[in-house]
């Protein structure tokens, strides 16, 4: 907290990451202004974030502070406002901080690959390790919402329960005589029975009261006598007493309770302890007189409620302030703050927290203890644990064992039963590998390596023959804690084959080899022939392993072609070599069905399959048995694979770069705004128009009138051909003022188009406006020295105007480079003249 409160003390003075209300208001020479009640926690948060660490002390800064005019009730302020803070109480809180709030040790060590790290981690300090705050143990009883703890009035009657006024006394005769009374004691502490008169009760328990009741009905019923007539006596409804409790409770006060009430009721009513109340020393008194000491850790630790007494009117419950307070954290079930009576040890106290975790560390705890003037460390010994009397304010540290082992070995690869074991007495590697239950038929003899850990926690490797350990030709070796013993497979130490096949098979792909594999084999474990394969020329691709590394001409791999049957029946097996490569290629002449689709205003619109390769448009046509009355040939479109947007943007791009390397840096900067900004307008417009699936432009009618010329495509699975119906409307987009779709007019040309949706706008590239035409084809405006030859407009038309670069305005840089770079050529013309 020292450091965190320097730092923000740091802020303050310097004024350093304050905002810039906070700049304006406070002067960092005069502090006088600061309130820090006016501080949210946020703020305070965000300028402990921002705060460095000083090389000045706690003290030295305070002392800074307040000769800059800092309010000492201020800085009083800020340092509680941290420590709430810190603690996780809020700024909204007045209650006053546990009086012992510090954080838990909880120390971890992460794992490591390395037995060096494990080992080094293991000696780390335990008070390195960071941990969170505790609570005071038997806190819990009373947190919630609210405090109840209601007594049961539908409860048997004690039978010390002592009889006041108000209370209601109820009498049942059964028996030769059968009666009932609900009788209320009167504020001089009688009852009167019917027939029986006047009887005092007043201060007697219900078992004295009951006798006194019978001996006096005995009079009346002779019956009682002889137990022919019975009587019950017991409590109704209970009268209401007052009691005061005051101390360190969170809600002093008198308090109106039912009669029957306990000890423990009122406690929990007034909400407990505060954190600077008794746990231990709970005192009822009475008359001036102390009664009862309650000791809430008998409830907790045994369920004992043998001093819960009940109240009486005017009673006083009082908790004092606690005496003897440590706390208790680390490896124990319950790490807490607790109280201690003054003849307990730390075996009680132990005994409060649960005992030990079974991962704690037991020979020795660390105390933190104070003296009047400083701190000091102390070691409890074991040994000393039930002697031990702590003292209020000590800390103690139950620390965990260490992770590592004190007798293990490990033992990995190619052995029966691998992992770790035991590290007996006398225990070499040859007892080790027998445990394992032997090596696998698979293990590599000639080498097997032991991973030992030397007294300077560097790892040596040693080599052994496992043939010659396990025949006793070799020295055995003996085994030390932390061993690791690796036997490897000669699998481990082998490459993997494989052999892959390609083509028209059912499952392509790659496959572990095995010797006497052969390419019948190979083809089953791929699913066998699809119906496309050809079995008469299968080509297998071998790896050469001698070629002649100096020749040009070195042959790289060695082809085999093979014949085989679709039923694998062959009696010649061919056999393949490790990485060989099979291809099993398509029929010559084998072809799949072939689709293509024609739309719009036909006879027979539809799907057709493709009948020939040099199938084209006009056999399509054909087929579906031409054209309708309202069909719009010349707006007939063909749509294709391909991106005809992509292809628009990049050759946009591509006329725009071949002007970019002959540009200065102020006009690049330009032409790439203005690339940037065409690219994107034309992807939006033929991503909203559903253009991105590739229009072709096609002349219908010139295909129908000249059958298979240039113009008539060969048709491709996939096509899909549309004839619309008469176009009667040409969209206009782009820069112009209003974008807008308007009646075909043929009349009209591309500038009265573009006058009916507003004129151009003021960013409008006039000489690269285009035309879109219903049949996918598109035409730029074309230029003849100052004048635009605008393309015509047909039915179905789109006109598009791009948008012009933005100008960027001369500053004052471009201007003195534009005027050094022309007195220079002055400079150079008026030399070359003289």
Known sequence: ??????????????????????????????????????????????????????????????????????PTEEVEKLRKRIERIQGGQGSTSNQPPAPIDRPVVNREVSDSSSLANKVA??????????????????????????????????MATPSNYVIGPDDQVLIDIYGKSEAFHS??????????????????????????????????????????????????VSLGNVRTIKIVITGEVKTPGTYSLPSVATVFNALYLSGGPTARGSFRDIRLIRGGKEIATLDIYDVLMNGAFADNVGLRDQDILMVPPYQRRVELRGEVKRPAIFELKPTETFEDLLRYAGGFTEAAYRERVKVTRNTATEKRIEDLLASQMGQFEPQSGDQYIVGRILDRYANRVTINGAVFRPGVYELSSGLTLSMLIKKAEGVKEDAFLNRGYILRLQDDLQTEQIAFNVAAILAGTEPDVELKREDVIRISSIFDLKEEFSVRIDGEVRNPGIFDYAAGMTLQDLVMQAGGFRESASTKRIEVSRRVKNADALSIAAQTAEIFQVNINRTLDNEANFELMPFDIVVVRTEAGYETQ???????????????????????????????????????????????????????????????????????EYERMVALRYLQQNTNSINELHLSRNLNNDFVGINLERIIQKPGKRGDLILEDGDVIRVPKELQTVEVSGEVLAPSTAIYAPNKGFKQYINQAGGFSQRALRKNAYIIYANGSVKSTNRFLFFNNYPPVKPGAEIFVPQAPERLRMGPQQWLGFSTGLASLVAIIVTIVR
């Open 594 to 664: 072939k689709t293509v689709q024609i739309e719009g205003e036909v006879l027979y619109p539809g799907r057709y399959t493709i009948t020939k390769k040099n199938e084209r448009i006009s056999d399509l046509v054909k087929r579906a048995g031409g054209f309708t009355p309202f069909a719009y040939i010349e707006g007939a479109s063909l749509k294709r694979a391909g991106n005809i947007t992509q292809k628009m943007a990049e050759t946009e791009r591509e006329r725009s770069e071949k002007t970019l390397k002959q540009q200065d």
């Open 183 to 232: 009788l209320t004691v009167t504020p001089e502490g009688n009852i009167v029975i019917p027939y029986v008169g006047v009887v005092a009760v007043n201060g007697l328990t219900m078992e004295a009261a009951a006798a006194r009741i019978e001996q006096r009905m005995a009079m009346v019923y002779p019956a009682i006598k002889t137990g022919d007539t019975r009587i019950l």
């Open 121 to 154: 981690a293991d000696s780390l300090p335990e008070d390195s390790i960071s941990a969170g705050s505790l609570e005071i143990f038997g806190s819990s009883l009373f947190e919630g919402q609210t405090a109840r703890f209601e007594p049961n009035l539908r």
């Open 1 to 70: 907290m020292g450091l965190r409160f320097i730092g923000l003390i740091v802020v303050f003075i310097l004024g350093l990451g304050l905002p810039s209300v906070w700049a304006q208001t406070i002067n960092p020479d005069d502090l006088s202004t600061v309130r820090v009640d006016e501080l949210s926690d946020a703020q305070i948060q965000s300028y402990l974030q921002q705060a460095q660490a000083s090389g000045l002390s706690e003290a030295e800064m305070e002392q800074m502070a307040l000769q800059r005019g800092m």
